[in-house]
């Protein structure tokens, strides 16, 4: 099962309360895969590192990830495993490549953006909330400041 936390390209719909912890009850119960799609909403952009932390017991098989972890600097992309779908990439490696793979550039544009998020504690804050928790209204947004704005 794929999904987004918050679906961003439907127009920012936000799950009703309780809607991914029962998805993600039925994956298991089904032995399916839940993929939480954090191309959109991770790397703090709802208030945590990644969106479905939002959300009480959710852990995702794989998680997508893309254009937070550079800040959109560049195209990349990358997929997060849990430690049990890793082992079988670990046990049954299949050596494939890209002419991209791992490009320098790339790679520093990701590590100075997670080094400036860590050490400038730049997660958006979570001002206007959803009954779920989730961000949906920024209040007075032109006259926003950052959290880390006094």
Same mark, same amino acid.
């Given at each position: $099962?794929? +999904?987004?936390?918050?679906?961003?390209?439907?127009? !920012? #719909?936000?799950?009703?309360?309780?809607?991914?912890?029962?998805?993600?009850? !039925?994956?298991?119960?089904?032995? $399916?895969?839940? !993929?939480?799609?954090?191309?959109?909403?991770?790397?703090?952009? &709802?208030?945590?590192?990644?969106?479905?932390?939002?959300?009480?017991?959710?852990?995702?098989? &794989?998680? =997508?990830?893309?254009?937070?972890?550079?800040?959109?600097?560049?195209?990349?992309?990358?997929? /997060? %495993?849990?430690?049990?779908? %890793?082992?079988?990439?670990?046990r049954d490696r299949w050596y494939s490549g890209s002419t991209w793979d791992g490009h320098? &550039?790339? +790679?520093?544009?990701? !590590?100075?953006? #997670?080094? %400036?998020?860590?050490?400038?504690?730049? &997660?958006? =804050?979570?001002?206007?909330?959803? =009954?779920?928790?989730?961000?949906? /209204?920024?209040?007075? %947004?032109?006259?926003?400041?950052?959290?880390?704005?006094?």
């Amino acid at each position: $099962m794929i +999904c987004e936390p918050v679906m961003g390209a439907g127009g !920012v #719909i936000v799950p009703p309360k309780g809607y991914y912890e029962k998805i993600q009850a !039925v994956c298991r119960k089904y032995d $399916m895969l839940f !993929v939480a799609d954090e191309v959109i909403c991770g790397f703090g952009r &709802l208030g945590k590192w990644f969106s479905y932390q939002l959300y009480d017991g959710v852990v995702p098989d &794989l998680m =997508p990830i893309g254009k937070g972890m550079n800040g959109c600097i560049l195209p990349v992309g990358g997929v /997060v %495993a849990s430690r049990e779908i %890793a082992e079988v990439f670990e046990r049954d490696r299949w050596y494939s490549g890209s002419t991209w793979d791992g490009h320098p &550039l790339v +790679c520093a544009t990701i !590590v100075s953006n #997670i080094e %400036a998020m860590i050490g400038e504690a730049t &997660l958006v =804050p979570p001002i206007g909330h959803h =009954p779920s928790g989730v961000l949906t /209204v920024l209040p007075g %947004a032109s006259s926003w400041k950052s959290g880390t704005e006094s």
